[in-house]
């Protein structure tokens, strides 16, 4: 009875350690500013924030369209940090690089910026080997006086590369276009506020 119980542990314990030994490693990746920076030198002060996605996609695994009305979490492909924050961080980064300033923060850490610029990402869906969709709706509110400035923002990038290095390439490249419009109407209301 004993060596049968030896036996089933022995068989349990190499089970598991087979099923642990062929899991895959998870990836991770993350968005990147993609903007050339401006030329000339501003003094603008911008806060970014608040940034809001859909609860669906913000979560650390990337969230796959499998069909039209079906997604599938990729469990080990994850993004590196909340979609959310990397939003707001590489719109921030991207702002700075296009108004030529280096007073771009994401919200709350800038007491009274000259500009605050809310986003509200409506869609932002992945379809490796194909394409990295972002529907945004922003607003634009110079401090000084409650001037606003709303617009939306829908890209599709194609995704020429492989995989899902790509496919975060992509979504940068959205965001690269989203933080151009946003750049635009800041300009706009700067220069009509002088």
Known sequence: MRRLAAFTVLCVCLFLAAGCASTPASRFYTLRAVTPTATGSSTLAVAVGPVTVPAAVDRPEIVVAAGTNQVRLDEFNRWAGP??????????????????????????????????????????????????????????????????????????????????????????RALARLSADIADAVRTLDGSGR
Do not use: C
């Open 83 to 172: 979609l959310q924050n990397s939003v707001a961080r590489v719109t921030a980064e991207n702002l700075s690089a296009l108004l030529g300033t280096p007073n771009v923060t994401v919200s709350p850490q800038m007491a009274v910026p000259d500009y605050r610029i809310a986003i509200e990402v409506q869609g932002f869906e992945s379809a490796p080997q194909e394409a990295a969709t972002l529907d945004a709706v922003w607003t634009v509110v110079r401090s000084r006086d409650g001037t606003s400035k709303t617009g939306r923002t829908t890209v599709r990038e194609p995704i020429p590369e492989q995989g899902y290095d790509g496919l975060a390439a992509a979504h940068s």
